[in-house]
């Protein structure tokens, strides 16, 4: 019997989600670190008209064991599967999650891309104590920044922000050749950050990709507010809970608000019914 394709989703490690009354979007809905298949926020966004899949990418039956050398080509399977069923096709992305959908879109043709907590690079994980990028390409992983080797946290739970920042300032030719090329992604992209985000600098990252779209003639739509965190929370959403243990900085009401000033532009890029 042959081998289960390392791009291959079970379905134990995936939700998918109908709308009663479709508006033609289909959404590829990817999680961060920690894992989750984010099936309340597929149950949302189908209510309003969407067909979603969530799914989980690693750690899952058959998938690696953590985010590290994952292939972009089990985004891309997804989104041609949902192709078939809608006439617009979107991934949808946080922190982890943000940078697999952001490298996906910049590698394929997609209607909407939708990042929260994004970065403007890609970055290198860990498994088997073996340092990689987090994803691969045509089985080649990509140009990821490595980390300060120096850092060390200063606070309990850790805030990671300043680890990126110094990894990303020690080596700005390493950072360059990591850049997503965020120039090349069609269609809505729409970028969600937390200014007061101790995970990773979010907000700068967003930042970044929208000049970088910017210069090259292509817009992108910008959410932020200054005191939210890592973690946006929708409207009618739970605040999410669980995950790695680290501090995301923000408070229940201010990363609610930043989902309230993000949704009109969710739906917007996804022709959701409101």
């Known amino acids: 019997m042959p081998g289960r394709s390392r791009t291959s989703i079970d379905r134990a490690d995936s939700s998918d989600a109908f709308p009663e009354v479709a508006c033609g979007t289909a959404v590829l809905l990817l999680a961060g670190s ?67 959908a952001l490298v996906t879109a910049s590698l394929h043709p997609v209607d909407a891309t939708i990042a929260v907590a994004p970065s403007s ?57 990591a850049a997503i090329h965020a120039e090349d992604i069609a269609g809505v992209v729409v970028l969600v950050a937390g200014g007061d985000d101790r995970v990773w600098p979010s907000d700068r990252f967003a930042a970044e990709i929208a000049e970088r779209r910017r210069v090259h003639g292509r817009e992108a739509t910008v959410v932020t507010h200054p005191a939210a965190g890592h973690r946006m929370v929708l409207p009618s959403e739970s605040v999410a809970v669980g995950g790695v243990t680290m501090a995301r900085g923000g408070s229940p009401s201010a990363d609610a608000a930043l989902g309230a000033l993000a949704w009109p532009q969710i739906v917007h890029a996804l022709g959701l019914r409101a």
């Open 34 to 100: 920690s894992g989750r298949v984010e099936t309340e926020r597929a149950e949302l966004l189908a209510r309003h008209g969407a067909r979603v899949r969530a799914i989980r990418w690693f750690g899952g039956i058959g998938q690696r064991p953590a985010p590290h050398e994952v292939p972009i080509e089990m985004f891309i399977d997804q989104l041609d599967l949902l192709r078939l069923e809608a006439d617009r096709v979107a991934i949808f992305g946080t922190s982890f999650g943000a940078e697999a």
């Open 121 to 177: 690079v890609v970055w290198a994980g860990i498994a088997d104590e073996n340092w990689s990028s987090h994803w691969t390409h045509r089985g080649a992983p990509l140009p990821a920044v490595t980390f300060d080797p120096t850092w060390s946290p200063s606070t309990e739970p850790p805030e990671y922000r300043s680890l990126y920042e110094s990894s990303l300032a020690r080596d700005p030719e390493g950072a360059a050749a």
